[in-house]
T-cell receptor, first 107, second 112 residues
């Protein structure tokens, strides 16, 4: 079993839909990162969370430390949101990556 | 400047070649990382430099040789690679080890 699990693995949506991606982890962490990767491209850091909730534009990330669970929400999804979303748990000096959620948003 | 710049963006090399990947940041970050990413897989950590010293080597084969000449620059020297080493090589930096990562756009390496 992976130390960081994401669901779903693949997600398709119509433009405008509300999207939720979930991340569960089994290790002790000091922070949890949400990352975005477009096809063939580099990685963009979206959020770093150690507690509570953060919002940036249409993106919202939450974390529940007791339940070892985090969610990434996208409101009013758009085709340009199509990418792989990766959650990564920071444990000691390392990032432990989830396997990613591939999101496709259709017009 | 809030970027990590990687060069080249694409590299094709033969198994007998020697080449280098370069990573540069001017954010004053003191930790720098090399990751390897195969298609449809998450990145795998290769090396961590903290304050210009190698702090983590994830049992990477010696045909990969990292170098950190100064606090802004990280190199990955490649020699006698195998076709299975073909991957996207990502560099990242953070203000201190493990905190607030900035990733580069990667070098796509093909070994022929």
């Amino acid at each position: 079993k992976n130390e960081v699990e994401q669901s779903p693995q693949n997600l398709t949506a119509q433009e405008g839909e509300f999207i939720t991606i979930n991340c569960s982890y089994s290790v002790g962490i000091s922070a949890l990162h949400w990352l975005q990767q477009h096809p063939g491209g580099g990685i963009v850091s979206l959020f770093m969370l150690s507690s509570g909730k953060k919002k940036h534009g249409r993106l919202i990330a939450t974390i529940n430390i007791q339940e070892k669970h985090s969610s990434l929400h996208i409101t009013a999804s758009h085709p340009r949101d199509s990418a792989v979303y990766i959650c990564a748990a920071r444990s000691t000096d390392k990032l432990i990556f989830g396997t990613g959620t591939r999101l496709q948003v259709f017009p | 400047d809030t970027e990590v710049t990687q060069t080249p963006k694409h590299l094709v090399m033969g198994m007998t070649n020697k080449k280098s990947l370069k990573c540069e940041q001017h954010m004053g970050h003191r930790a720098m990382y090399w990751y390897k990413q195969k298609a449809k897989k998450p990145p795998e950590l290769m090396f961590v430099y903290s304050y210009e010293k190698l702090s983590i080597n994830e049992s990477v084969p010696s045909r990969f040789s990292p170098e950190c000449p100064n606090s802004s620059l990280l190199n990955l020297h490649l020699h006698a690679l195998q076709p299975e080493d073909s991957a996207l090589y990502l560099c990242a930096s953070s203000a201190r080890s493990g905190y607030g990562y900035t990733f580069g756009s990667g070098t796509r390496l093909t070994v022929v």
